[in-house]
């Protein structure tokens, strides 16, 4: 008899004790997902100021992934052979819509706006070159330095996705 209830009362002391480890286990697991999710923020927003830092240099590559039409049809492109160099306040640009041949074509800068958007974390820049005539760039570039950029050279536009380097 003696026996039996010692083995009752460890059973029990063995099963509070696995309640109170789970119990402590479940409150740590909450407060490591709330840091989890501050780490990213921080970490988001630490990528996002040094986009900043490289934007306002206005010395930067854009290689692009994809193009877009104007009718809506999605191309991937090959970076290295697709992409604008913008070292101020020269522009560079190689892409198979305005090659005329296997030439860079250069153009200058002629306005540049740079809007920050601190609540979504990303930037918007307005650019207007005299590359190829008057092209105008509208860019769209998020914290994780991926990009989309509207081109408009006369009737053309096309719209490439891809990421600043």
Request: glycine share 4%; hydrophobic share 35%.
């Amino acid at each position: 008899m003696k026996n039996s209830v010692f083995k009752i009362s460890i059973f029990f002391l063995w099963f509070v004790l696995c309640c109170i480890s789970i119990t402590g286990n479940s409150q740590d697991l909450k407060l490591s997902k709330k840091e989890k999710k501050e780490a990213r923020r921080s970490e988001r927003l630490k990528d996002y100021e040094a986009l900043g830092f490289l934007l306002e240099s206005r010395k930067f590559v854009f290689e692009a992934k994809t193009m877009q039409t104007k009718d809506g049809n999605v191309i991937p492109v090959n970076p290295n052979y697709v992409f604008f160099k913008f070292d101020s306040p020269r522009v560079t640009n190689q892409s198979p819509t305005m090659m005329l041949d296997s030439y860079l074509h250069e153009g200058t800068i002629t306005y540049w706006e740079l809007l920050r958007n601190n609540k979504n974390l990303n930037y918007i820049i307005s650019i207007s070159t005299t590359m190829g005539g008057s092209t105008n760039f509208q860019m769209l570039i998020s914290a994780d330095k991926q990009a989309r950029v509207k081109v408009n050279r006369g009737n053309s536009v096309i719209t490439y996705n891809g990421q600043i380097k």
